[in-house]
């Protein structure tokens, strides 16, 4: 057990144990079974790239967590989690991407074997719980009826300790660097990729305090009219004059992300670019005052919106969501959403990606910031960086 | 449409749909809804990370492909897919990661809008197609069965064409540079992310013919104890001598992946290492003799684990599987694996990751080949990189 370096005390661990327990005692569930990686890790300190195939942590009322997954995974496990090794549960290689048995009748087995009945919650809509890890569970476990927990571990993790702060903070610094580096680079002739690189090198690299982890989402970097779309990722073309370049990426410590968007021309912006920049700027600083503790998220939404009206720029949907810690496929924690219906109250310590991501007929302009709430006043910005369209010529 | 840059002729789409559509005949489906991102890239062209939320391809048998996705993703589809743009429906952004409303509903609005009935296969347990998505599918459409179809697409993409070789032997050339420029900088009191850093650099560069893509496994490269499990990714502590480290990479491009894994020890390694080195070695050409056309997957483990045993070696559970186009979270096909049960026949134009991976009690030993399946003799390496333990004094 000494070996395992754990990112949080195990006071923290068990705080967090308690109160998704506290969560599964008001939903009456005897047991929470958490196939989203980010929970996992958030719960037990498990780490590893191992979510391509099926694994999960069991939470009951009263025993420890118990890991479950690939056999040769249990060792990662081992060497991760905070749990005793007796904890850690694995199964036979041979049912990996199997035809005739699936893992999660491996794991009904493992319940039966400890005796877990009753009310089981399992995340319907979290990542990597497939409809077919759903069908063997609940046809393998007769003495149990089934419940949707989607985002209940995810919602307990919206307020951020000291610790994870420190962590989102170090990714910020990484996320600047990342920034600096583009601006630097970019420019007519050179390959896309081969910015990427340079991205890579300057997210990962890190700094002296802190080594970078891998952002749960790559680097979206679509230019002119591919930047009418929010999520494409780059080719091997070189950068040409006369068109801009949106870069949405983070920085990443420990799992823990900073995301921050800026967008840079190469030449001269057409005129409805710099006034859309002029729109968001404004409307972003709007955002940050309505982010405070005690409004609603939809309060930043609206706030935004009223300022791109006045600019004749029409938006809906999200612009923003939590986050925090994360696991590919999104660095998002899938709970709060900035968009005028969510009624959620903002309190201190909650942290956003504020992302107005403005998609237009053949071009796009991003500008982000990842906030935190405090106590008193506007959002503050994890990020110190220009918040500003940038233009190279 | 003139700006989509496909990486396949459209003979070659409209090939792949007409095997898909063979297969949907024989099993009687008058509909596939492909929620796989990479078999929807492999049967569209669709590129772009929004797999973060739900999307699918909709396969019937006569008209073309519908992609349907989140309404901002539909501009990712209008600049990446062959079909029409009539072909691409969005949903409205306010069902992303609601808790009142679920996208699959919108689906089965679509599917009842276009008169899909009958025999409906779904992915059970492929990436990203969700038990509530399933869920809400399938209760809102009353006219139609859901039929599993896991590995329905996947099956079809086992063998590859020209095309498809051109871009994994770019991906091969990738990751031989990937892997010299570990063996030049990997020292003692070496930080692991400043390396991994050096790895995403020569990886996403790539070569001045074919820039890099992200592969869909991060690196891999556990040390000493740690590489007693196969999936740990790294943190920032430095490399120190006495320890070996493998590292699990891949080059990959336009999606298509060519991994390979090495072993590097910093010092003198000890003699059960340099035994286990020697038995992976003949291991692994007795098993790429196995991987001819006509033999069985199963013979190509069986070869290996022969010679393993032979070497007081005690192996099972998986030594390789296919490869080729894919997205996170692996860059395995998920059908084809190499143990000793599968009775897939190899055919010309299959390609797989050979990976013999040896994780001992407190340390760990991989040395892997993407091999391709030719007409007559051995099988092919996509890479020609030293098959050796790495010793750096």
């Known amino acids: 057990m000494s070996e395992v370096r754990l990112p949080f005390t195990r006071d923290e661990y068990a705080g967090r144990l308690n109160r998704v327990r506290a969560q599964m005692a008001k939903r009456g569930l005897d047991c929470l079974i958490v196939t989203d990686p980010s929970n996992m890790a958030w719960l037990t300190g498990y780490d590893g790239w191992s979510f391509y195939t099926h694994q999960a942590v069991v939470i009951t009322p009263q025993e420890d967590p118990i890991w479950w997954g690939r056999g040769i995974d249990a060792r990662g496990a081992r060497r991760t989690v905070y749990m005793d090794h007796e904890n850690i549960a694995g199964y036979p ?158 920085g990443c410590v420990r799992r823990y992300h900073a995301p921050l968007c800026r967008t840079v021309f190469l030449g001269d912006p057409p005129r409805e670019m710099l006034e859309a920049e002029k729109a968001l700027v404004e409307g972003l600083g709007e955002g940050l005052e309505a982010a405070r503790a005690g409004n609603r998220a939809g309060d930043v939404a609206i706030a935004l919106f009223k300022v791109l009206a006045r600019y004749g720029v029409e938006k809906e949907g999200r612009c923003g969501y939590a986050i925090g810690l994360s696991y590919p496929p999104d660095w998002g924690e899938r709970t709060i959403s900035f968009r005028p219906t969510d009624n959620t109250i903002l309190e201190p310590g909650m942290t956003f990606h504020f992302m107005p991501g403005l998609w237009m007929e053949d071009w796009g302009l991003e500008l982000t910031e990842s906030i935190l709430i405090v106590a008193d006043g506007p959002a503050e910005t994890l990020t110190n960086y220009p918040r500003q369209l940038f233009v190279k010529n």
Chains 1, 2 share one sequence.
């Open 93 to 250: 290689d041979d049912l990996v991407q199997s035809v005739t048995e699936h893992p999660h009748q491996h794991l009904a087995d493992l319940l039966t074997a400890k005796r877990v009945k009753g009310s089981i919650g399992v995340e319907l809509d979290n990542y990597y719980y497939s409809a077919a890890a759903h069908h063997h569970l609940t046809t393998n476990l007769n003495d149990a009826s089934f419940h949707d927990a989607t985002g209940l571990v995810n919602w307990e993790r919206a307020v951020k300790s000291e610790q994870e702060l420190v962590y989102m903070r170090a990714a910020a610094r990484i996320v600047e660097n990342m920034h600096l580096k583009i601006l630097e680079l970019v420019e007519p002739g050179l390959r896309k990729n081969d910015l990427v690189a340079e991205i890579y090198g300057a997210g990962i690299r890190g700094t002296e305090e802190h080594g970078g982890d891998y952002p749960s989402i790559v680097p979206l970097l679509p230019t002119g009219p591919d930047a009418s779309a929010p999520h494409l990722t780059w080719d091997d073309r070189t950068f040409e004059k006369g068109a801009g370049t949106f870069f949405e990426i983070a």
